[in-house]
């Protein structure tokens, strides 16, 4: 079996003088985008074709083992959230399962101690995930948003900024609303006597001052309804290629996380020299 540096080197655009990273479970490539912009080559396992910035190899991580990542400087990984997400939820049903396996999440760190082992020094791994993952696997390291981490988490991480919701008049919204109607110089406005806020009615609606009329319908259908009488959201099955697609867009790590972890584990003889095209990065101590 190839190690994953003789795969990498199958790569015209790899590099021998570029550190490795390995992506498990790599989906859309958001590990991979920001430890390329890193000069990374990286490798990415995963049993669907999606669009992928690095080398993509279609292999179930389960039947990975570690020695094949030797070579590797760090290893990333985003295991599939959606057991542990959907127990997270506040329905009898989804409390009344039993509990999910870890079976994605533990190969992570059983391929980590393969690899350490087979080249003789600890190889840095940081797996991602979702906050509903906790009551199975662990409290997370740290979180990144709503991307919660574990493993070899740095102890300075990027910052996470926050947007601050602002009045039409230019003060902060704890003294306001969103809406110029009730803005924090006309403090005391009430909806109309129909109840909207915007003072206007659905396209075509001749009667302002009111609620829209919709019927209680999504998209010309009712949302409760079925066959052709419900919506197109439910039309999609939750195995559908758009839906499918839709979770991978979602799940995608930020490019801030991924540049910040590539960044901290790229080898020193890698790194640029002290104050040449060095970024300056928010961060913040674990606590």
């Given at each position: 079996?190839?190690?994953?540096?003789?795969?990498?080197?199958?790569?015209?655009?790899?590099?021998?003088?570029?550190?490795?990273?390995?992506?498990?479970?790599?989906?859309?490539?958001?590990?991979?985008?920001?430890?390329?912009?890193?000069?990374?080559?990286?490798?990415?396992?995963?049993?669907?074709?999606?669009?992928?910035?690095?080398?993509?190899?279609?292999?179930?991580?389960?039947?990975?083992?570690?020695?094949?990542?030797?070579?590797?400087?760090?290893?990333?990984?985003?295991?599939?959230?959606?057991?542990?997400?959907?127990?997270?939820?506040?329905?009898?049903?989804?409390?009344?399962?039993?509990?999910?396996?870890?079976?994605?999440?533990?190969?992570?760190?059983?391929?980590?101690?393969?690899?350490?082992?087979?080249?003789?020094?600890?190889?840095?791994?940081?797996?991602?995930?979702?906050?509903?993952?906790?009551?199975?696997?662990?409290?997370?390291?740290?979180?990144?948003?709503?991307?919660?981490l574990w493993g070899d988490v740095p102890a300075l991480m990027?910052?996470?900024?926050?947007?601050?919701?602002?009045?039409?008049?230019?003060?902060?919204?704890?003294?306001?609303?969103?809406?110029?109607?009730?803005?924090?110089?006309?403090?005391?406005?009430?909806?109309?006597?129909?109840?909207?806020?915007?003072?206007?009615?659905?396209?075509?609606?001749?009667?302002?001052?009111?609620?829209?009329?919709?019927?209680?319908?999504?998209?010309?259908?009712?949302?409760?309804?079925?066959?052709?009488?419900?919506?197109?959201?439910?039309?999609?099955?939750?195995?559908?290629?758009?839906?499918?697609?839709?979770?991978?867009?979602?799940?995608?790590?930020?490019?801030?996380?991924?540049?910040?972890?590539?960044?901290?584990?790229?080898?020193?003889?890698?790194?640029e020299e002290k104050g040449q095209g060095k970024e300056t990065?928010?961060?913040?101590?674990?606590?």
């Amino acid at each position: 079996m190839k190690s994953a540096q003789q795969i990498a080197a199958a790569n015209p655009h790899a590099l021998t003088i570029q550190p490795l990273a390995i992506d498990l479970y790599c989906g859309l490539g958001g590990w991979a985008e920001g430890f390329l912009a890193e000069r990374y080559r990286v490798v990415g396992f995963d049993i669907e074709r999606r669009p992928y910035p690095g080398l993509l190899v279609l292999q179930d991580v389960l039947t990975l083992h570690g020695s094949q990542f030797r070579d590797a400087a760090v290893i990333v990984a985003s295991p599939p959230c959606q057991a542990y997400s959907y127990r997270a939820m506040p329905w009898k049903r989804a409390k009344a399962l039993p509990p999910p396996s870890n079976e994605l999440f533990d190969a992570c760190f059983r391929i980590q101690r393969e690899a350490s082992e087979a080249t003789g020094h600890h190889i840095p791994m940081v797996v991602e995930n979702v906050k509903g993952a906790q009551p199975w696997v662990g409290r997370a390291a740290w979180h990144y948003g709503s991307y919660y981490l574990w493993g070899d988490v740095p102890a300075l991480m990027p910052v996470v900024m926050r947007a601050q919701k602002f009045n039409p008049d230019g003060t902060g919204h704890p003294q306001g609303s969103w809406f110029k109607v009730a803005d924090s110089k006309n403090r005391g406005a009430r909806k109309n006597s129909g109840g909207s806020w915007f003072a206007v009615g659905s396209p075509g609606q001749k009667e302002l001052g009111q609620n829209p009329v919709h019927e209680g319908a999504k998209n010309g259908n009712d949302w409760f309804g079925s066959g052709e009488n419900c919506s197109l959201q439910r039309r999609q099955s939750s195995r559908s290629d758009s839906r499918k697609a839709a979770s991978a867009l979602i799940a995608k790590i930020p490019f801030g996380l991924s540049q910040w972890i590539a960044k901290v584990y790229k080898p020193e003889s890698q790194k640029e020299e002290k104050g040449q095209g060095k970024e300056t990065v928010g961060v913040v101590p674990l606590t």
